[in-house]
């Protein structure tokens, strides 16, 4: 049974900073054959991509929404993910869910798609607010 566990979602001011963290576990799972991703769900709206990292860690792709605020970032050694959010805007309100992908380099049109996302978490609530 695979695992994955997002926390440190919460309720944030304009231009506030929040860190989401996914943990991944499980028996058969190895973490570092797997790419990263968080995907974000808003009320009203389809799930869509926000960032991925697969491996080397230098191998990365961001929304355009994202960029220049949002930081994906893994620690291998600890089965986590991360997603650093900076400025968060009320645009960003949302529930962010981390994904895995098995394999470690592909393009960003694959990684954008949610088909190719073996395992999800429950979802973490970000709440920001003007």
């Known amino acids: 049974q695979v695992q994955l566990v997002e926390s440190g979602g919460g309720l944030v001011q304009s231009g506030g900073s929040l860190r989401l963290s996914c943990a991944a576990s499980g028996r058969t799972f190895n973490f570092r054959d797997y790419s990263m991703g968080w995907f974000r769900q808003a009320p009203g709206k389809e799930r869509e991509f926000v960032a991925v990292v697969g491996s080397p860690a230098t191998h990365l792709y961001y929304a355009d929404s994202g960029k220049g605020r949002f930081t994906i970032f893994r620690d291998d050694t600890k089965s986590t993910v991360y997603l650093q959010m900076n400025n968060l805007e009320p645009e960003d309100t949302a529930v962010y869910y981390c994904?895995?992908?098995?394999?470690?380099?592909?393009?960003?049109?694959?990684?954008?798609?949610?088909?190719?996302?073996?395992?999800w978490g429950q979802g973490t609530q970000v709440t920001v607010s003007a």
């Open positions: 994904a895995a992908c098995r394999g470690l380099y592909y393009t960003e049109s694959i990684y954008r798609t949610e088909s190719y996302y073996e395992y």
